[in-house]
């Protein structure tokens, strides 16, 4: 163990099974999670701590995945935090529309619990190696 923090996960996420699931493997995986619901509870733990990565339901309530994510990668010092669409899409122009929202790329639902933890990992090693 190299002593270091485990990093923080901001997980959004409005269905209750798929947060369970991704809150359990993350955890398990060596992540700190902490749990979002829908916009106002994204922003207000972004308003508190800002996480190593953001994960992100592309369909809440009230408000489109990758609006949030926008909007959050538009706080100060959030440049370099990456985010990750978490989505069940699959259409034509989805992963175009992903990439173009400022997104660092996407993990497809259902989720896969064997290589799930290890995907967010890549993005964060893949994130820091950027730095
Ligand atoms: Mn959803």
Same mark, same amino acid.
């Given at each position: 163990?190299?002593?270091?923090?485990?990093?923080?996960?901001?997980?959004?996420?409005?269905?209750?099974?798929?947060? =369970?699931?991704?809150?359990?493997? @993350?955890?398990?995986?060596?992540?700190?999670?902490? @749990?979002?619901?829908?916009?106002?509870?994204?922003?207000?733990?972004?308003?508190?701590?800002?996480?190593?990565?953001?994960?992100?339901?592309?369909?809440?309530?009230?408000?489109?995945?990758?609006?949030?994510?926008?909007?959050?990668?538009?706080?100060?010092?959030? =440049?370099?935090?990456?985010?990750?669409?978490?989505?069940?899409?699959?259409?034509?122009?989805?992963? =175009?529309?992903? @990439?173009?929202?400022?997104?660092?790329?996407?993990?497809?639902?259902?989720?896969?619990?064997?290589?799930?933890?290890?995907?967010?990992?890549?993005?964060?090693?893949?994130?820091?190696?950027?730095?």
């Amino acid at each position: 163990m190299s002593g270091a923090p485990d990093p923080v996960v901001l997980l959004v996420e409005d269905n209750e099974l798929n947060l =369970e699931l991704a809150e359990y493997l @993350l955890a398990d995986g060596g992540f700190r999670v902490i @749990l979002a619901r829908d916009g106002p509870q994204a922003r207000a733990a972004a308003g508190r701590e800002r996480p190593d990565i953001v994960l992100m339901d592309v369909n809440l309530p009230g408000v489109d995945g990758l609006e949030l994510a926008r909007e959050l990668r538009s706080r100060p010092g959030w =440049e370099s935090v990456p985010v990750v669409a978490v989505t069940a899409l699959a259409m034509r122009g989805d992963r =175009e529309r992903i @990439l173009e929202a400022g997104l660092s790329g996407y993990i497809s639902k259902p989720l896969d619990v064997s290589t799930f933890a290890d995907s967010v990992w890549a993005f964060l090693d893949r994130q820091r190696g950027n730095r």
